[in-house]
Every structure is written in C-alpha cells, then in structure tokens.
C-alpha cells in the first residue's frame, strides 16, 4: 500500500487570552491509501487542529512550531512528494484543498453558505479546479448528488441549503468535498450532530464511496462505535499528543494505555449482561495553556507511576502497527494489567465474534 | 527529538511505582468568577467603557456643582458684559482664558482683550457671557441638568413602559402578543421626529411635553429586547421547572425570566440615554425647546449658532459637553454590552 | 414571500391611515378656525366653511381630507407665504432636501462598508482601532456638530466652501451638508459591516468553502460578502430616520431651502397646514423607505423569500 500521509512531529500552538496554548505537541502519524484513520479524543485534545493544518485552515492566531507534513501523491504519472506545511496558503488553495484533501465538517446545519444554491457550491470548486464548463459541472453536481443518495437531484440544484434536512444537507457537504475527486477526505465528527439513525447511513455512505474510489479517509470522532465500524487505524489523542495508536484490532482488543483503558470501559455496551455501573474517567483534560510537568494524563490515571509525574513518557513500540506512550511499558515498570471488567468485555467481544465468524 | 533512550534516562528505576498520595481524579474547580463579577472585570478592562464612566460621574458633579461654582445664576443678565470671550481673572496671558477675543476681518484675525479695555480684569467668566450677559458657564451647567433629567426619565420610562410591555408580550404570547407586536410595528413605522414634532406642536414647549413625547417613543426598542429574550427564556428548562411546581406567573416573570435578562435590560437603558438627550437637543435647536430663560444644552447650542462666526464660544462650550456627554453614554453602553454578553449583536 | 409583501404593504397603508386620521384631529383641534380673520362676516364664513366643505359631518370631512391629501393637495399656507399652496411650496424644495438626503447614504454607505470590511479583515490592527474611534464618534455625535464645526472652520475661517447654500452654485453647496449628515451612516454602516464580516468570517461555511480550495475573491466576495450585506439593509431603516431629523437641523445650519428648514420655519411660525404636511410627507418618506428596505430584505435573503413562499401554497 502506498503512503499518502506522513506527519512528523507536528507542533501547534496559539495565543489566547491566558496565555499560550500548546494544542498540538508532537504528533506523529501515517495514513496510506484507500485506509481509513480515526482520530480519537476528548474535546480539546488537539484533533481537530491537526487535521485542520493538514488543510492549511491555520486560524491567525496559530502558530506552527514545528514539524512536517508530507504528502505524496501522483500528479501526471510522477509520484511527487510536498511538505504542506511550507506551502502558501494560496497554493494550498490552488494545488490542494478540495482537488486533493477535502474536508466533510461536523454540522451540515451550518456549514453550507445559506445564501446560494446547494448547485453553485457544488459546481463552485469544479469550475474553478478542473475548468469544466457550467454545463458538465451541472451534470457532474448532479450525477454527485445522485451518488450521495439524494432524490430527485436535478430539483434539488436549485434548493438552498436551509429548505434540507440536516442528513441530505451533510450529503450535499460530502458531494461538494468529493467534487474533485480528492485523494484524502477527513471528515470532523461527520455525524455527531445528526440524528442516530441517520448517522449510520452516513458512516456507510461514506464507505460504499471508499470502496468505490479508493479514497483515504481521516476521521475525527469522540465516539469510539464510530471508529469500530469503519477504522482501519486508530490514533488516540490527549492533551495535543498521541496516547496510543495501532490497527482497531490492536486498539480494540490490545490496549496498552491507561487512558485508552478509560475510553474503552466508558463506553456503552448494550449487549453486556452485567449490570456494572457505566464507567467515567474521573476528571477532566487539563488546561493546555499551563500543563503539568510530566503526563498531562497522570492525574487522572487510577494507574499511574511516580515516573508520570516526572517526566512525560515516550512512544513505546509494542509491535509493527501498535505503539503507546505509557511508562507502563517501560521494562522497568512493574506489570499492570488491564481492569478486570474490561478485560472480561473484550473476551466476550472476541468470542462473540468468534461464533459470528 | 529525543531518542528512547533519552526519554528512558529522564526517570530513574525507583520511580517505577504506583503513585502515592495523589488525589487522583478530583475534577479541579476552576475558581467560580460569578456573572456579575466576569462582567465587571471586562468592563474594568475597557478602556472607553471606564472612560465613558468617568465622564459621565464628572458631568453629573459639573451640573451640580458647576452653577454656584460660577458665582453667578443662569439668568442673571448684566447689559454691560456682553459677549464677553471666555477669561478666567489672572489668566491674561494664558493661550486660554485670556479674555482675548479674536474677531476675522477678511479671514485677518484682529485680536483684543476685551476686559482689559472694559477694565474688569478681575472679573471671570470662564465660558464667556452671551448677548443678555448672562454668565455660560452656569448657564451650560444648568443645561446639562436637562440634559440628565432626560436621561433619568428615559430610564425610567425604558423599565417601567418599556420592559413590562415586552414581558407581558412575551411571556403571555397568543392574541395579546399579536395586538401588542402590532401596536409596536405601527409605532415604530412612524418616525420618531414626526410623533415628537406633533406633540409638542399641540402642547406647549416645555419640559412636560418633552417628557410625554419620550414617553411615547423611547420605549419600543426596549420592549422589543426584553420580549425577545423573554420568548427565549420561557421554553428553558428552569423556568419550566418552576412552572411545574407550581410556581405563579408573578413569581416566575421576577424571579426566574427578569434576573436573566437583566444584563440585556441595562445595556438597552445606557442605549436609550443618548437618544433621549439627542431628542431634546434637537428639539430645542428647532424651536421646541424648554422656554427661556431656562437653557438647556440644545437651546445653547441654538442660541450660539446664530452668532457662530462673531462669538464661536458660545456654541463651543455646550457642543463640547453634549458631544462628551453622548459619546461618554455610546462608550459606556458598549462597554456594558461586551461586559454582560460579550456575543451580543450590535443593535 | 407574495403574503410577506402583502403583509408589509397592509402595515404601511394602515400606518399612512392613521398618520392622516391624526393630523386630521390636530387640524380639527387647532384653535380656531382657517377664516378667523375678523374682518369675515359670519355669513361669509359660513359660506366658506360650505364652499370647504367644513359644514358636513365629520366623517365625510375625513374622507374629503384623504382624498386632498392623498392627490397632493396641502391647502394653503398662512403665514410663511400667505395663500401659496403648499404643494408648490414643497414642490420646489422637495428635490434639494432628497439630493442632499440621497448623497449622504451613499456617500456613507459607501465609506462605512469600506471601514467595516477593512476593519474586519484587519482585525485589531491600525486601521481597526481608526475605524472603531472614527465609527464611535460617528454614532455618538449629532449631525449638527459636524455640521458646525465644518460650517465654521471650512466654511468662514478657511473660506472653501459656501457658508450658506447658493442655489448658483449648488453642487459646492452641499459637500458640507452630505458630509456632516453621512458621518451617522458611515459610522452605523461601517460598525455593523464589521460586526456581521468578523461573525461570517468565522463561520462553517466560510470554512467549507475554504476547503474546496476556490479563489480568495471569490471566497471574500461571493460568500463573505453576499452573507455579511444581507443584514446591513436592514440598518437602512434606521439611517433614513436619522437622517431625515438631522436634515432638519443641518438644513437650518447651512441655510439649505428644503423641506427640512421649512418644516422648522412653519414650526416657529407657527404655521399650522404646513408643518401637517411636510410631516404628512415625511411620513410618507420614511414608510416608503421601510417598505422597500423590509421587501429588498425578503428579495435578497433566500431565507424569507423561499419560506414564506413555501408557507403560502
């Protein structure tokens, strides 16, 4: 498979009215072709920062520290490799954004320009990127729209935005990032402000598309059923760092990282039996403008070492796909194993899919 | 970057074990800044908003104090000291208040020191006289008191006219609320010039009638704030709750709807003020003014303008203090805005 | 939208009616009557009164009176110029007032959107804090400082422009006047522009319309403009208020013959028939104003033209 994406120690941080905030502080990760990586955190972990620079969207009072973001794509049979980071924000306009990277954001109410036609967003970018004519921009809107599952497209041209309902308005929003058939498409919390029954339709919308395109897909989400049904690679952010990253199996039924324990024990199972009390990580994530020494996490860790308070841990590697930053893993921590009730939902997890398989 | 084994060295062996004594996961409460006391610190921060503040507090005391300050009464005339420039006793060469009067012949300024020639050198009046004599300081000073009382009842015509009419329009909504809303949009389809010129037409000028046409006009702008956010407020949770329990409407408009929108119904005051007061100055300046020989700032400026090129002090000084006084009541509405509701839309 | 308009047209034409209805009880409650000249014998004024119609019913005189004042018959003015019909007086005086009126809201329309939308990309920069200095100011002073200030410096000490108003050399003679009466709506305009630039600027669709990588001109101009003026039509309204008060006064400080300084010659005269209708004519401005500022709304926002179509059928 091909590498697409490769960030490197990316590092963003932006000035606020207490002081700074350091909302990204090293992130490292790769997205390849036709993959779909979910990145996983609490509000405020510097997700969605990230994958906004990824789209060069760097609002004024932000300020890259450091790091690279190399994408590779084929341009006229060469394969040609670019740092996005040192690019302007007029080339971005011009080379990347919507021709190669688009973006589906997370509420479709507010996100499409309530003063035009949900056509002319749609043939906007096809007109200016791949100079089509009005007329075939028209019949590609359409024939988009139609691929989104939107009835009676020709009609619906003419609509604007607020005469939709919220599930066809976020149906127009992945027409119009699909539009110039991009490459990657990150979609921020592409469902949490639609109704559940409509955010399942979405989510496979936009996998039949994958399927269909071969497109890479970054999702950023909170809701770790939504990394389940479609992730291939999960990163789990806290405090503008990676916490725990591997394949959903490895994340799923492996985890390594306390706070990756925290996530996956507060999540609903409706088929668990037993009746324990839903699980809450007690606290809440720290203040990015003066962050502890040490793990930004320990305070909150039920498991934490003395070595957390000290010094924040580095990226262990546990195998090929898997890596975590807990100094759990350190050869010289003691053996800490998982919770029990966790460790007894994973196993009823892995046999159930066992029988189902 | 470091390497692993960078990272490995900052942390000993010994400090592989279980944390102790940590209070582990107590949520950290961030100290509590109440609504009022947020409120204060941005405004405190706003520099035009303290501005506004302190000028206004500095106009009020002037409009007081200034009148006895002067030594003289507003009404006083003294045929003998006529246009007299401004001069403060002693001040003779000061590049103010010198009692230099500069009069432009063909754009030439010829200047001449009036008091010196009247020898009256001892004699102060520090905005000047007007063509009666009268002293202006104390005649601007007691201006502005008009000014203020306008200000005081736009107020209270904004809380007591104003708010219950928006409450009373949003809280009971249906039919009331239709004929009311209906009653506000004709009102507000008449401007406001055209009411006020009208009324006191009909009545007499004077300070009633300025006061009725106030009452008339001030106070849509208010109801409509108010009945906005009380149509906002009266599907929220906690005001349902209490309408659950039972709780009787009275009870539920001032202890649930009016602590809420209290913010809004301030600032919506401080944004009246300067209204009121542009509506009596601009009333006096057309003629329908409180009647001489009271003066208000607006029939000063009247007065002064129709000697404007011969004497510009006599406009000069009430312009400055009207001008002040509205510009210190705009800084200190906005101020109140962004303090209490730092998103709420300019109006 | 076609039960929207209706909607605003019924308000407007119930609005006009009870404006008539209520200078029609003034006119009826002025002291005395118009024929109170004492050398009118009592037939002779009872034939006046019947020639006038004012012997009929009241109603019937009301309508009589729509009708005059609807078809643009003021009567007479008494006292200004003594038996001129009113129509005429305003006739003559109507176009320098709407000329002066109609360059002051360009003119501030104009700089105010500039400053606001220079502000707003600009953001707490130089020319923001001029912008917010310039449009506090703007909306805190009357007309009429500007006005006298402009009229004493510009005007007498430096001599550029006419003192007072020459009909000989008009388009000189109202720079001051434009200037002083725009300096409200450039600064209403221009604190509004920013207000609503900054709120678009940062809003989602602005952002997913980055994404899809279209032109910066295109991105400011078609979607950031087009969102952040639709709402400035409504501070039109305001601004025609505004501006026609301070006509009144900026048309006495520079001598202007409009309607504005008839209005307060009539007033200060006295002069009852014609201060009724220079307010029936302002009255009839500002809701004409209103009408087309409330239906330029519902035209230019898809939001009010399509619902309100879709709620009519």
């Known amino acids: 498979m091909e590498k697409t994406l490769t960030i490197r120690d990316l590092r963003i941080s932006f000035q606020a009215s207490g002081g700074t905030v ?15 990586l979910a990145i996983v955190g609490e509000s405020g972990s510097g997700k969605s920062v990230t994958v906004k620079a990824i789209m060069g969207i760097v609002s004024s009072n932000q300020i890259v520290e450091g790091g690279t973001i190399l994408y590779r794509c084929r341009e006229k049979d060469e394969w040609t490799e670019r740092d996005l980071l040192r690019l302007s924000r007029r080339e971005m306009r011009r080379h990347i954004n919507g021709t190669h990277i688009a973006m589906v954001f997370q509420d479709p109410m507010t996100s499409l320009d309530p003063t035009m036609t949900i056509g002319m967003q749609l043939m906007e970018g096809m007109i200016q990127h791949l100079h089509l004519s009005r007329a075939l921009a028209r019949r590609r809107a359409i024939e988009l729209l139609e691929l989104v599952g939107i009835p009676e497209a020709e009609k619906r041209m003419r609509n604007y935005p607020h005469q939709l309902s919220g599930g066809m308005r976020q149906r127009v929003v992945i027409a119009i990032a699909l539009s110039c058939s991009p490459d990657i498409l990150i979609c921020d919390e592409p469902t949490t402000a639609l109704d559940v029954t409509i955010q399942a339709k979405i989510l496979e919308l936009i996998q039949e598309i994958q399927r269909k395109t071969g497109i890479s897909v970054i999702y950023i989400t909170h809701d770790l059923g939504v990394v389940a049904k479609v992730a291939d690679y999960v990163a789990v952010m806290y405090a503008g760092r990676i916490a725990e990253k591997g394949t959903v199996e490895d994340i799923f039924y492996d985890p390594r990282h306390p706070y990756t324990w925290g996530l996956l024990s507060s999540m609903p199972d409706i088929s668990d039996e037993s009746s324990e009390r839903l ?39 546990i195998s090929q796909t898997h890596f975590a930053a807990s100094w759990l893993l350190d050869e010289r921590a003691p053996k800490v ?21 | ?16 074990v279980p944390a102790q004594n940590r209070d582990l996961g107590i949520d950290k409460v961030y100290s509590a800044q109440s609504f009022w006391k947020d409120a204060l610190g941005r405004f405190v921060k706003n520099r035009g908003a303290v501005f506004g503040l302190v000028m206004i507090v500095l106009i009020v005391v002037m409009a007081f104090a200034g009148p006895t300050l002067s030594g003289y009464d507003y009404r006083t005339q003294d045929m003998s000291q006529r246009n007299l ?3 403060i006793a002693g001040w003779e060469s000061a590049p103010i208040f010198s009692g230099v009067y500069t009069q432009y012949v063909n754009g030439e300024p010829i200047r001449s020191n009036v008091y010196t020639q009247k020898g009256i050198e001892d004699v102060t009046h520090i905005f000047g006289t007007d063509a009666l004599g009268r002293d202006q300081f104390a005649r601007t000073w007691t201006g502005t008191r008009v000014s203020l009382y306008v200000a005081l009842v736009a107020i209270l015509i904004d809380t007591f006219v104003g708010m219950s009419f928006g409450l009373v329009s949003g809280y009971y909504g249906g039919k009331l609320d239709f004929f009311l809303q209906r009653i506000v949009e004709i009102l507000s389809t008449i401007p406001t010039t055209v009411i006020v010129t009208l009324l006191i037409v009909v009545m007499k000028p004077g300070l009633t009638s300025i006061t ?4 008339i006009t001030e106070w849509i702008g208010m109801s409509r704030v108010t009945r906005a956010q009380t149509l906002r407020l009266k599907e929220r949770e906690f005001v349902l709750a209490s309408r659950t329990l039972g709780e009787n409407t009275f009870s539920i408009i001032f202890r649930e709807i009016l602590p809420n929108i209290f913010g809004q119904i301030i600032v919506m005051c401080m944004m009246t003020i300067p209204n009121a007061i542009f509506t009596e100055a ?25 000697s404007m090129t011969m004497y510009p002090f006599l406009v000069l000084f009430p312009v400055t203090v009207l001008a002040l006084l509205m510009l210190s009541f705009n800084l200190m509405a906005d101020g109140l805005r962004d303090a209490f509701d730092p998103k709420m839309k300019e109006m | 939208m076609f039960k929207y308009v209706l909607k605003r047209v019924l308000i407007s034409v119930v609005t006009v009616l009870i404006i008539l209805a209520v200078l029609f009880t003034m006119l009826h409650s002025m002291p005395g009557s118009p024929f109170n000249d004492e050398k009118i014998t009592a037939v002779q004024r009872a034939n006046l009164e019947a020639k006038y119609g004012l012997d009929k019913p009241l109603p019937v005189q009301f309508v009589n009176y729509l009708k005059a004042m609807l078809s643009g018959d003021f009567g007479v003015s008494y006292v200004i110029q003594k038996n001129m019909p009113i129509a005429s007086l305003l006739r003559a005086r109507i176009m320098v007032s709407i000329r002066i009126g109609v360059q002051a809201v360009a003119l ?19 020319l923001d804090t001029f912008a917010t200095v310039v449009s506090v100011i703007g909306v805190a002073f009357p007309s009429y400082v500007f006005a006298m200030a402009m009229s004493y410096f510009i005007g007498f000490r430096l001599g550029w422009l006419p003192l007072l108003y020459s009909t000989a050399d008009a388009a000189r003679s109202t720079v001051m006047p434009t200037i002083s009466l725009s300096m409200f709506s450039m600064a209403t305009v221009a604190r509004f522009a920013r207000t609503e630039m900054v709120e678009v600027m940062g809003s989602d669709y602005m952002l997913l319309a980055d994404s899809k990588g279209i032109s910066s001109f295109r991105l400011l101009g078609v979607h950031g403009l087009r969102n952040a003026l639709i709402p400035i039509v409504t501070v039109l309204a305001p601004l025609t208020v505004e501006l026609m008060t301070g006509s009144l006064v900026v048309e006495q400080i520079f001598a202007i013959p409009g309607i504005g300084s008839l209005l307060v010659s009539a007033i200060q005269f006295n002069d009852y028939n014609v201060v009724l209708a220079v307010v029936f004519v302002y009255s009839i401005m500002f809701i004409s104003v209103m009408l087309i500022v409330d239906i330029l709304y519902g035209v230019i926002d898809p939001r009010i033209r399509l619902a309100k179509e879709d709620a009519s059928t």
């Open chain 2, 1 to 16: 970057m470091m390497t692993a084994k960078e990272y490995a060295s900052l942390v000993e062996r010994e400090d592989f």
């Open chain 2, 85 to 87: 420039p401004p001069h």
């Open chain 2, 212 to 215: 009725v046409a106030l009452m």
């Open chain 1, 22 to 36: 350091r909302a990204v502080r090293g992130v490292d990760l790769d997205l390849y072709q036709g993959e779909t």
């Open chain 1, 337 to 357: 194993a998982m919770p029990d009730s966790l460790r007894r939902r994973i196993e009823s997890m892995r046999g159930g899919e066992r029988t189902d398989g």
């Open chain 3, 108 to 126: 501030g329309t104009l700089i105010g959107l500039l400053m606001g939308i220079v502000a707003a990309m600009k953001r707490n920069s130089f």
């Open chain 1, 279 to 317: 699980y809450t990580i007690p606290g809440s994530p720290p203040s990015m403008v003066d962050l502890p020494a040490g793990d930004p996490f320990a305070p909150r860790n039920a498991y934490a070492l003395e070595a957390d308070f000290k010094a924040e841990p580095p990226m262990f590697q």
């Open chain 2, 282 to 306: 601009f009333l006096a300046f057309i003629g329908l003014g409180i009647p001489a020989p009271l003066a208000s700032l607006g029939s000063l400026i009247s007065d002064g303008f129709k």
